[in-house]
Nanobody, 114 residues
């Protein structure tokens, strides 16, 4: 079975940093595009960032310059480094793997609050 398992979420103060990890199993990780999406309660899920199998990245304007996506194919893991966090970054963050079909992780909570 395919599994995507996120970790690294938690409570952080505004201006702080957090690094999320997503480790995949059951897929040939290197051929999948990977991404992070987030969803706050009562709001639509939104795309945060993606990284292609070739390493091309894109970011939502709201996180550009603050967040960095990276991947380590040897570890079947994609990361999201989040710096200069703001309260509006508070959401459940979901990892996604895309190739012939999409797979989703279970999500990890990120809360930015004083």
């Amino acid at each position: 079975q395919v599994q995507l398992v996120e970790s690294g979420g938690g409570l952080v103060q505004p201006g702080g940093s957090l690094r999320l990890s997503c480790t995949a199993s059951g897929i040939v990780f290197s051929i999948y595009g990977m991404g992070w999406h987030r969803q706050a309660p009562g709001k639509q899920r939104e795309l945060v960032t993606t990284i292609s199998s070739g390493g091309i990245t894109n970011y939502a304007d709201s996180v550009k310059g603050r967040f960095t996506i990276s991947r380590d194919n040897a570890k079947n893991t994609v990361y999201l480094q989040m710096n200069s966090l703001k309260p509006e970054d508070t959401a459940v963050y979901y990892c996604k793997a895309d190739h012939l079909r999409a797979y989703w992780g279970q999500g990890t909570q990120v809360t930015v609050s004083s």
